[in-house]
């Protein structure tokens, strides 16, 4: 039996891509690592931020390489000018190769992007669904959960069926979605959210955008509920403030607000 051709079309995660950095900005990495590497950042802002930093940062550590092989290269000049005059000629000295800075050069750009990519949960600007069940669409596609968490992107809307519910995290939130609930990623630097109709339960620090104002959660914890009847609020716990255009309103805590739009 002839064994199968290893699938080089399997996606990568972000904890996959790291490793592979370091070698693509070499310029060193294979074809089907490259190509999985590409369309990897083609649709991932952090990892994409990440590459853009490692590239910077080789930049700006061979920019210092140069500097430091014109001084050493201006110094031998100038050690051979006074040999001369002494009626020696060194300018046949081996030129000695400085190792040195490419074994420190290497692990540095190694280090610096495993750092910005391995964090605890997701990093700032980051909304990703944790889970779904009972009929989730992320826009008119079910999440993919093979390769772990589906990344959120601004500007995606999120629909929950009659049964359906989900659970998001972002950088410094949590969200629960409950049924026949339409919600929107508006952006997740800061984490804001546009609710449209349904049910919502944040915990930490998020902004809520709705035809009748916006409710700031600043370590706070409550519902969110928007249907026919209005908007309600169930502030819990924290600072939860909504602002309308008749100002800002401290929301109090274990009471259930509701704001409709008047006539």
Same mark, same amino acid.
């Given at each position: 039996m002839t064994p199968e051709a290893p699938d080089h079309t399997t @996606?990568?995660? /972000?904890?996959?891509?790291?490793?592979?950095?370091?070698? #693509?900005? @070499?310029? !060193?990495?294979?074809?089907? *690592?490259?190509?999985?590497?590409?369309?990897?950042?083609?649709? /991932?802002?952090? /990892?994409?931020?990440?590459y853009r930093d490692a590239v910077e940062t080789t930049a700006a550590l061979g920019k210092q390489a140069g500097a430091v092989r014109e001084q050493r290269m201006a110094e031998r000049q100038?050690?051979?000018?006074? %040999?001369? %005059?002494?009626?020696? *000629?060194?300018?046949?000295?081996?030129?000695?190769?400085?190792?040195? $800075?490419?074994?420190?050069?290497?692990?540095?750009?190694?280090? #610096?992007?495993? $750092?910005?990519?391995?964090?605890l949960g997701p990093p700032p600007g980051k909304v990703t669904m944790l889970s779904a069940e009972g009929g989730v669409t992320i826009g008119e596609r079910e999440p993919d959960f093979a390769l772990g968490p589906p990344l959120v992107l601004p500007g995606r809307w999120i629909f929950t069926k009659d049964f359906g519910k989900a659970v998001l995290e972002g950088g410094s939130c949590t969200v629960d979605v409950g049924r026949k609930t339409q919600l929107l990623v508006e952006s997740a630097r800061p984490v804001r959210?546009? $609710?449209? %109709?349904?049910?919502?339960? &944040?915990?930490?620090?998020?902004? &809520?955008?709705?035809?009748? =104002?916006?409710?700031?959660?600043?370590?706070?914890? =409550?519902v969110l509920t928007f249907d026919d009847h209005g908007l309600? &609020?169930?502030? !819990?716990?924290?600072?939860?403030?909504? $602002?309308?255009p008749d100002g800002p309103q401290r929301l109090d805590?274990?009471?259930?607000?509701?704001?409709?739009?008047e006539l």
């Open positions: @996606a990568l995660t /972000c904890e996959g891509a790291a490793p592979l950095l370091h070698t #693509y900005v @070499a310029k !060193e990495l294979g074809r089907d *690592d490259t190509l999985r590497l590409r369309s990897h950042l083609a649709r /991932c802002p952090e /990892c994409m931020a990440a100038r050690v051979a000018r006074a %040999a001369k %005059a002494l009626g020696k *000629d060194l300018s046949k000295t081996p030129r000695k190769r400085n190792f040195r $800075l490419r074994i420190v050069l290497i692990p540095a750009v190694v280090i #610096y992007v495993i $750092l910005q990519l391995t964090n959210f546009r $609710l449209r %109709a349904g049910q919502m339960r &944040v915990v930490g620090t998020a902004n &809520v955008v709705t035809v009748l =104002g916006m409710v700031q959660f600043e370590e706070g914890r =409550g309600f &609020v169930e502030a !819990e716990a924290g600072s939860i403030t909504m $602002l309308t805590l274990g009471r259930k607000h509701q704001f409709t739009m």
